[in-house]
């Protein structure tokens, strides 16, 4: 996903899909958190034997602590591989999921979308853009919503005409024709 949200290719509209799903696959793994860690102890077990490392953790002496007069019940302390699964494993996939959360809310993704309309790629489509698909940006900036849409509809029809003079002079300059216009 980090790659493909970095690429030069990928538009916001994209990227914040790609983002969603990946916070989504991140709630998937941690409610399904004992059967994700047995798959990747095994999968860690295999990978050690073919490489020659031991896949064993060394076993760990189990503390105690002292108790009061009156308590009754010992606390329990993990070792080995469940010690690693709850202070290693857990406490990473918590952390991770939460600053996916944070760091991309979900009123930041719905802004980011919204902006995407104002892509190159989007302005080249063919696509009319509604009043109803960008009233979050509108909002943000206090403008009416209706007018920025049209505004933005008539702005595509010179884009797309822009762009395609460019093409056209690109292609005449290269065969020696002069178009007679003057830029």
């Known amino acids: 996903v980090s790659k493909a949200v970095q690429g030069i290719s990928i538009d916001m509209a994209s990227a914040t899909e790609l983002i969603k799903d990946c916070i989504h696959q ?45 308590e009754r019940c010992s606390d ?26 944070s760091r991309f809310e979900q009123q930041n993704l719905v802004f980011l979308k919204e902006l995407s309309l104002f892509t190159p790629k989007t302005l080249l489509s063919n696509r009319c853009v509604k009043a109803s698909e960008i009233e979050t940006v509108c909002n943000q900036y206090s403008v009416n919503a209706e007018d920025v849409a049209n505004e933005l509809n008539e702005f595509k029809k010179a884009y797309t005409l822009l762009k395609n003079d460019e093409k056209m002079e690109n292609l005449s300059a290269g065969s020696g024709y002069d178009s007679g216009m003057e830029i």
């Open 26 to 70: 991140f709630d998937i793994i941690r409610r399904n958190a004992d059967l994700t860690w047995k798959t990747i102890c095994s999968e860690s077990k295999s990978f050690a034997t073919a490489h020659g490392i031991s896949p064993d953790f060394d076993f760990e002496r189990r503390r105690t602590k002292k108790k009061m007069f009156d």
């Open 76 to 101: 329990e302390c993990s070792v080995g591989i469940n010690k690693m699964k709850n202070e290693c494993f857990l406490i990473g996939l918590d952390e991770v999921n939460q600053q996916m959360k």
